[in-house]
């Protein structure tokens, strides 16, 4: 691992890190720079305007950094989250807890910010490893493009029960009731911030918000002007680059196009295989019209492609074997998202949002192509002056065409899903400036389990402008999916005699539920030092279990064989507790220390009825579990002045 001016690196992703440097570090950076290349012509004893540009075009031509030009536009340029004090990082607004704006600091939730700077020092190259900065937040890297995430204690590969959005669309796939996070990808450049709510959330955001909501948001089109390009290479990040070009129209048009590309090579792995490397190309736009001061609008897309290579036990019939095979899954999609919303005057607002998402998502062993269609209404009014209502309707329709071999099926192979939500949640302030008391409820109609009620009340208590106490109860529900209702999976367990396994799934799988209980205390010490702890218990019913079944002959397909049945059930529950300490600390402008630490304990049973054996292990793994993480940042003027990357342990 490498530290060049104070960020660290490992080789695959030194020049996509030096590739990030923006207009303040240059002017601070230039003289470093000429001494270690000898490009001593170009640097003069000043780092004027005119210099800089100059130095900017040399780095660009020897492909160490990228351009990244944003005209002055009309009006007041947003302050950069690099030069906020705690006090103001505390008041950044955020929506992922209520679908409205709101202060972090005034937020009666367990939620963290992760900001377009903590992205950038972090060196991640992936969505995935810029969510290790978070607390409570646990990742693990399975090869070389598949992560395990977990908010809380679950982690499972495809993060179950973490509702997943980027810009507000659900990226939930109903098939395996996760989140392929191989295929969740944009510039992060472009990433603004990525709210992480650790905890229920599916009185606003419905279903499968069950442990929590990870929000990833863009930057409007209208701070992405001019040209960003980067490019670079390792011997793990093999080969990548994007570029983004933004600008305006006369009419108030902001828009901003982009596209990258990127290949990563494979992981160790002790057999010596070489199988899972990964090559995706994504492109895509934004576009951002403010319209007569009431209206703004919003329309974006994406287009992606690529593969990513894996190894996986296939069963056959005929012959009757098992057999590891290596190759490469085929990915692609595309989606398209418009979001309209009209102020009203008086804290009273409506928006619209609907897109549509198509997924191609072929592996070696099925492969399924996914069109949803989503729509949107959301109302906020403020009846009286101490009340804030908010309420909002909602349609999902979600079609799946899944074919694979005879030993992986989905019956029906073909399958669609309508979905009808309604939420309403009255905010009403108990004591002006002081005391809130949040309540409401969403009631949604699924096709597997009918009818759910998601409730929750919040208490949120400010005794002054520094200090924060809430404290939280909310239900939340993880709606069942395809493969726990329609999959049917075999495997060679026994080849003479024939035997085979068979996970079956459920059409009388119940949702699992969570009733959780939460508190927590924020505290702006001073100027220097703010502190955010939060803890937690959930008691949880219904968990999925696999319940074994009584042998069975089989004649078709051929040979005869015998099968030993395993069903999907709803056989264990349990509770979890723990803690969530974060910590920021400024002492002087050009260092900042931010750590976090947390704890979670997992007690998981089986219930009376259950004969599982294998869920509760897999499900549990350790029964306690600590991360902690460490961060030092030096930021500044001062000329070379060192910085230390993140210290996760």
């Known amino acids: ?41 170009l640097c003069a004893a000043d780092t004027a305007r005119g210099v800089t540009v100059r130095i900017v075009t040399a780095l660009l031509l020897t492909g160490l950094i990228n351009a990244s030009q944003t005209p002055s536009q009309t009006g007041e340029v947003p302050k950069p989250l690099k030069q906020l004090t705690l006090e103001e990082l505390g008041n950044i607004e955020i929506t992922s807890v209520s679908k409205k704006p709101e202060q972090v600091r005034k937020t009666p939730a367990a939620i963290y910010v992760i900001t377009q700077e ?16 978070a607390p ?48 969740q990808d944009t510039l992060l450049e472009d990433v603004d ?57 006369q009419g108030g048009l902001n828009y901003r196009v982009y596209g990258k590309a990127f290949g990563r090579d494979t992981q160790f792995h002790p057999d010596g295989r070489h199988f899972d490397d990964w090559r995706i190309g994504q492109a895509g736009f934004r576009t951002d019209w403010d319209s007569q001061a009431r209206d703004t609008w919003t329309l974006q897309g994406d287009l992606y492609n690529g593969d990513t290579g894996q190894r996986t036990a296939i069963t056959t019939l005929t012959p009757l074997a098992v057999t590891n095979v290596e190759g490469n899954a085929e990915l692609s999609g595309g989606n398209l998202v418009g979001r309209w919303r009209r102020a009203l005057g008086e804290g009273s607002d409506v928006q619209i949002q609907a897109y549509f998402d198509r997924t191609l998502h072929g592996e070696l062993s099925f492969a399924e192509t996914r069109n949803t269609f989503d729509f949107d209404f959301l109302h906020r009014l403020s009846p009286i002056n101490r009340q804030t209502i908010l309420w909002g309707v909602g ?30 949640q009255d905010e009403i302030t108990v004591i002006a400036d002081r005391l809130h008391l949040t309540v409401g409820a969403k009631v949604e109609h699924n096709g597997y389990s009918g009818v759910e009620v998601q409730p929750n009340a919040r208490l949120l208590w400010t005794p002054n402008l520094k200090q924060t106490v809430w404290t939280a109860i909310s239900r939340a529900v993880r709606t069942p999916s395809r493969v726990e209702a329609d999959l049917q999976l075999s495997g060679l367990l026994q080849a003479s005699p024939p035997v085979l396994v068979r996970l079956v799934g459920n059409k ?22 703010s502190f955010d702890v939060a803890a937690f218990f959930n008691d949880y019913n219904d968990l999925l ?6 042998p069975f002959p089989e004649a078709s397909p051929a040979p005869p064989h015998l099968v030993v049945p395993f069903f ?55 029964p306690a579990n600590s991360r902690m993480v460490i961060g030092l940042l030096f930021t500044g003027t001062r000329k070379r002045r060192p910085r230390i990357c993140a210290i996760p342990s």
């Open 1 to 41: 691992m490498l530290n060049i001016m104070g960020r660290c690196y490992t080789s695959g992703s030194m020049l996509s890190s030096l590739g990030r440097f923006g207009s303040e570090d240059i002017n601070s950076s230039v003289r470093w720079w000429c001494k270690l290349s000898g490009v001593r012509s």
């Open 118 to 133: 903590d992205i950038r020092r972090s060196g991640a190259t992936s969505i995935p490893e810029v969510l290790r900065l």
């Open 136 to 183: 409570g937040v646990e990742v693990a890297q399975v090869d070389s493009n598949k992560w395990s995430l977990g908010i809380r204690g679950f982690g499972s590969r495809l993060s179950r029960s973490v509702l997943v959005l980027m810009d507000g669309r659900s990226v939930y796939t109903p098939l395996f009731a996760g989140v392929y996070w191989e295929v």
């Open 193 to 249: 911030r990525i709210e992480i709510i650790r905890g229920p959330g599916g009185t606003v955001w419905g279903a499968n918000a069950v442990n929590g909501v990870i929000n990833i948001i863009t930057k409007n089109a209208k701070e992405t002007h001019g040209v960003l390009a980067s490019a670079g290479g390792g011997s793990l990040d093999q080969g990548f680059f994007g570029l983004r070009y933004g600008g305006h129209t």
């Open 395 to 424: 349609y999902r329709v979600s079609s799946g065409d899944v074919r694979g071999l005879p030993t992986v099926a989905f019956v029906p192979n073909q399958r669609t899903d309508h979905l009808f939500t309604g939420f309403l």
């Open 508 to 529: 009388s799988f119940s949702s699992e539920s969570l009733l959780g209980y939460e508190i927590g205390y924020r505290n702006q010490v001073n100027s220097k030092l």
């Open 545 to 550: 279990s696999i319940e074994p079944g009584a």
């Open 568 to 622: 999907l059930a709803n056989g264990v529950g349990g509770k979890t507790y723990g803690t969530e300490i974060a910590t920021d600390f400024r002492p002087v402008t050009w260092w900042r220390t931010k750590a976090s630490y947390s704890f979670v304990h997992l007690d998981l049973k089986t219930s009376p009825h259950s004969t599982d054996t294998t869920t509760f292990t897999t499900s549990v793994g350790k």
